[in-house]
Every structure is written in C-alpha cells, then in structure tokens.
C-alpha cells in the first residue's frame, strides 16, 4: 500500500485525478498553512483568507480532471495570488494592499492613485534585477519562478544535478533580498513570482 506522506506533490495530484479524496486531503494538509500565511500577510482578514483557501481548493477538486499540472506549489501559490489580487482591488483589503507599497510613491513628486500602475513600476524594478543576476543562476531561477518547473525537470533539461539546481535558485532569493532592502519591496516580487516566502531562508 502507497504511504502518500512519502509521494511527491505531483504523485499525489496524479492521484487526485483519479478522484484518490485521501490524496486531496493530503495535498490540502501540506499546504493550507503556509497558503493562509502568505494570503494573511497581504490582506490582513482572516476570513477572506478562509474564503480564499477554500475556493483554492474547491476548484482544485473540482477540476481535478481537466487542470495540468507540473508544479503543485507553483500552481497553488498562483491561485491563491491571483485570488488576492481581486478580492484587495474590489474590497476594503485593497487599502491594506496599497499601503504596504506606499513607500514607492513617496520617492517620487507624483501621486499614483491606481494599483496597477503601482505594479507597472515595481514590477520594472524587479525585472531589472533578476536580469542582472549572473547569466546561469538567472536562467535556473526563471525556469523555476516563471516557468514553474520543478528542480528535477530543470535538472534533466540542463544536464545538472537537482542540488546545482537549489543552490542555484536559494543564492538567487539571496541577492535579490540584498537588493531589495525595503521589506515590502522583496514581498511584492515574492508576491509577483509566486514564491513560498514563509519557507525561504534569505528573509
């Protein structure tokens, strides 16, 4: 009998597919904590966290059978973005949202009254760093953040070990959170890259 504590994420949504509920239940055990985490931090409401995570997880069941699926965290962690983003541009949540990049607007003589142009110009910010990073750890951290490619598929794709492959992702979040010395800044790029940033060990 398969232990399903011992599969990797995407062994157990294969399960899933096949309407395996235990393995739903598991994938739901390993990451509702850390999704509630990173949902709370930006919204700061933890009913609408709760809101959000269970129509994650709904759609992820419901849908089980039509969605690919490479990266299980990769996917998790878009959705529940995706679900904050709308819920802080039409609720009371967005004022939070807005405040938490406020500083940026400070540095200039203008005021920017929207949200997506506040994401325009961070996001230009953080673009401009990630391609600074040297030219073989920028090209691991893009297949893993934008490509959603697990550290074994990048491994297999590039001849290298899945070591290389981590090391080479961590050092990345090491650099850029030098660069990023206001806070709010490194947890929007976070943010905007889908990552896991309660997990990570350079914040």
Known sequence: ??????????????LVKDSRRDAYEEIYHRFKGILYAHAYRMLGDREEVRDLLQEVFVALWSK???????????YLYSSIRNRVIDRASRHRSRNKY??????????HSYQVPDRILYEKEL??????????????????FQMSRKEHLSHKEIAEKLGISETTVRKQVNNALKILRSKFT???????????????YAHTSCI
Do not use: C, G, W
């Open 1 to 14: 009998m398969v232990v399903l504590e011992t599969l990797s994420d995407e062994e157990l949504f294969e």
């Open 64 to 74: 089980r059978e039509e969605l690919l699926i490479r990266n299980v965290s990769a």
């Open 98 to 107: 807005l405040e938490s990049m406020s500083f940026y607007a400070e540095h």
């Open 123 to 140: 996001r230009t910010l953080i673009e401009k760093e990630v391609n600074a990073l040297p030219e073989r750890m920028q090209l691991i």
């Open 182 to 196: 206001n806070r709010d800044t490194f947890i929007f790029f976070l943010f905007i890259y889908s990552l896991p």
